[in-house]
């Protein structure tokens, strides 16, 4: 298609507004919005239980074709945003013309006698954000005195299961739940404990460990003491305090003064002074350790995560040095997170599932963006080479599209 002036035209020209790159939707959302224009819906088609696998294949290529494909940068119809406009922002958004009981229906139908239809459950379930989610769980059992979640268990198996479950958890539990999985029984996931706890804002940790008391009946401090110990349990207690300095201004004596204190506890000492090193990583304010950070390099020579890897091991190197990328960059922390969970020999699923269900909502673009950006794949393709089946779908949908 082209213009009278001889210059082609992008789709976003011809449809307006944009619903593949709008701000208030996702990539996914958008382009599932176009699919339903085309009369491609589940509803629409003349295939009946096949519908949804013929939508997922059209959104496939929607999201797997080049973003510049369908409207490039110069497009008129499409003025760019600022990165610095951007924020954060997720992979999934509350679906336009939401429907609990028409979603519920569909769920029961997917799966209701001889099979069921994985690809319906999986195409709905991640295009809902997790508040619609609940609601399609409660018009469920309004509907057929079930329990949806109890039906999914029953219907899924192995990883997609693990999946479609943890979607279903509702927002404000996903990450008490899985840290009380973490202290639960015998041994203790320290890897969770660390993500979790280091990369959460001190809002975020007020509201997990309420949520945390109210859903198992004790405290998420007095857990993380009874199972863990030394300087690594120190660090995780002053990180639930929740008592991180806010960002009211710099002051540039206390940065250097921060920055040279490290130092001694650190290069500069016989031994290591780990609690010196807990109370400025653990209290001092975002904005505040950015600029320690940039003054360590000045005053020593080295970055501070060299001085972190040196200088401790264990538990408590892999806590500080997750709190320092944090502190850096939480979307690059988990960005770099989920890569080590595909790279190599196997997949650590868990750790993609929690990250990709806890940020979905969230910062999950963003994470995608440092994964480009840092790494030699996309997150998109990376999850396509290491996945498979309706796991592997449900995931790439979730992440949102490939980044070019």
């Not at 001889?6 to 976003?12: D, K, S, T, V, Y």
């Not at 004790?218 to 690594?232: A, H, P, R």
């Not at 999850?383 to 309706?390: A, H, V, Y």
Request: a negative charge; glycine letters at 8%.
């Amino acid at each position: 298609m082209g213009s009278r002036g001889g210059a082609p035209r992008c789709l976003g020209f011809w449809l307006g507004p944009s619903w593949c790159h709008s701000p208030g939707l996702s990539r996914t959302q958008g382009c599932r919005v176009f699919i339903h224009f085309l009369g491609l819906s589940f509803a629409a088609l003349p295939w009946g239980a096949g519908g949804s696998k013929w939508e997922s294949w059209v959104l496939e290529i929607l999201l797997t074709w080049p973003t510049a494909l369908f409207c490039p940068r110069s497009c008129p119809a499409f003025p760019s945003v600022p990165e610095s406009a951007m924020a954060t922002r997720g992979t999934v958004t509350a679906f336009p013309g939401f429907d609990d009981r028409a979603d519920a229906e569909t769920l029961r139908k997917a799966m209701k006698g001889l099979g069921t239809d994985e690809e319906s459950i999986l195409s709905l379930l991640t295009a809902r954000s997790n508040d619609q989610r609940q609601e399609i769980a409660v018009a469920f059992k309004t509907l057929f005195g079930r329990d949806l979640l109890d039906d999914l268990k029953s219907e899924l198996t192995g990883k997609f299961e693990k999946l479609i479950v943890a979607l279903m958890k509702p927002a404000r539990l996903y990450d008490a739940y899985e840290l009380k999985h973490a202290l639960k029984g015998a041994g203790t996931n320290e890897k969770v404990l660390t993500e979790i706890l280091a990369s959460r804002t001190p809002e975020e940790l007020v509201s997990i460990k309420q949520a945390y008391e109210e859903e198992y009946g004790s405290s998420l401090e007095d857990d993380v003491i009874g199972d863990t110990s030394g300087y690594y349990q120190r660090m995780l207690v002053v990180l639930l305090q929740a008592n991180r300095d806010s960002d009211n201004g710099l002051n540039e004596d206390q940065v250097e003064q921060d920055a040279k204190d490290l130092f001694q506890a650190g290069e500069l000492k016989w031994g290591t002074d780990e609690e010196k090193f807990i109370t400025i990583l653990g209290t001092r304010s975002v904005a505040h350790l950015r600029r320690v950070f940039d003054k360590y390099m000045t005053i020593s020579g080295f970055q501070i995560e060299e001085t972190i890897d040196r200088e401790t091991s264990g538990h408590l190197e892999q806590l500080l040095l997750a709190i320092v990328k944090s502190i850096r960059s939480v979307p690059a922390y988990l960005a770099e997170t989920l890569y080590y969970a595909m790279k190599g020999a196997g997949t650590d699923d868990h750790t993609l599932i929690r990250v990709i269900v806890s940020r979905s909502e969230k910062d999950l673009f963003n994470i995608r963006k440092e994964f480009r950006k840092n790494f030699a794949s996309s997150l998109y393709s990376m999850i396509k080479e290491d996945t498979s089946g309706d796991y592997k779908r449900a995931l790439l949908l979730l992440c949102g599209g490939e980044d070019d």
